[in-house]
């Protein structure tokens, strides 16, 4: 219970993660560097440093954080008299965040105990109650911190709550086997079928990927798993990248489900707070035209496995 892990932000009432209404806690770090991903915040494991330059009231009505900053790393431009941040220089100390009354400077992560977590959790626990619902870990990648997200997951279902994790699957097998024996429901990525242009895209090829999903297919035959495609067009918006996830969860009939995540562009404005470049700006979401073809696809192939398990001599 006294377990601590970095926690970004926890979301109450979400319906996209798992089944039912859910509270999903966003966990930091993440072993990927997806271009388009939409919450960059996840993405180192420790807090940092974020600024919003809209809200800053400026040196002369304010101009506190100035003298905090350790580095000196915040500065004030000339032409509007508002303070910007050298990423280069600032060691995310956060000395200056206290400092802001206007809150443009502010941190992404936060320590937060197991107790604590799920002393914010239940209070949705009539929610689940009604709808089917519980707690869904999602970053960032969950099983960056494996023995905080086991700790919190094997404490939520002893308190009667359905526990689900998000996941890409890039990390050591021994991380998801400290997690999957406290997991209902598991939510996993296929990014892209090619090594090469799953390392291109997200900084890592699929090997490793593609081997934990096997594992975790076959022993934990009793746990559903959910299998994602976030759908990015030009990269992986293919009639072939559908038909070989299909093919990747043919053998596993605990795969219960393929979803399409189309791309979007809510999480852009996130990359300026952190001083970073969205790369993926100009791309475009997939059309609707795009989804409707590919979905066509996945619900054929699962009518004909339901037929087939309904009657085996098909």
Not at 122 to 143: N, P, V, W
């Amino acid at each position: 219970m006294d377990m601590l892990g970095t926690v970004v932000d926890i979301q109450h009432f979400s319906t996209h993660d798992g089944p039912g209404i859910r509270t999903t806690v966003f966990l930091k770090g993440c072993s990927l560097r997806c271009k388009w991903c939409c919450n960059p915040e996840t993405i180192a494991p420790k807090p940092e440093l974020a600024y919003n330059l809209r809200q800053c009231i400026g040196e002369q009505e304010c101009g506190r954080c100035l003298p905090a900053c350790p580095e000196a790393a915040l500065q004030v431009l000339d032409s509007d008299g508002r303070v910007r941040v050298n990423w280069e220089m600032c060691s995310n100390c956060g000395a200056c965040i206290e400092l802001c009354p206007s809150k443009a400077l502010y941190a992404y992560g936060v320590q937060m105990s197991v107790a604590q977590v799920l002393a914010e959790v239940e209070q949705d626990s009539d929610f689940y109650a009604e709808s089917g619902g519980g707690i869904t870990l999602s970053g960032g990648e969950t099983l960056m911190q494996p023995e905080f997200s086991a700790a919190l997951l094997a404490e939520a279902r002893r308190r009667g709550i359905h526990t689900a994790i998000e996941t890409a699957g890039n990390v050591p097998w021994r991380f998801m086997e400290q997690v999957l024996p406290h997991t209902d429901l598991v939510l996993h990525d296929y990014k892209s079928s090619d090594s090469q242009r799953h390392r291109h895209w997200t900084g890592a090829d699929n090997v490793r990927i593609l081997d934990n999903y096997r594992r975790a297919y076959t022993r934990y035959p009793d746990t559903p798993f959910i299998a994602r495609i976030p759908v990015v067009t030009g990269v992986n918006d293919t009639l072939e990248h559908v038909r070989s996830v299909l093919a990747c969860i043919e053998p596993y009939a605990n795969v219960v489900q393929l979803e399409l995540l189309p791309y979007h562009r809510f999480g852009g404005s996130k990359y300026g707070f952190l001083g970073r470049v969205y790369e993926l700006e100009d791309f475009e979401p997939p059309t609707a035209e795009t989804l409707q073809r590919l979905q066509a696809v996945i619900d054929d192939w699962f009518a004909s496995r339901l037929a087939a398990s309904a009657d085996p001599g098909l």
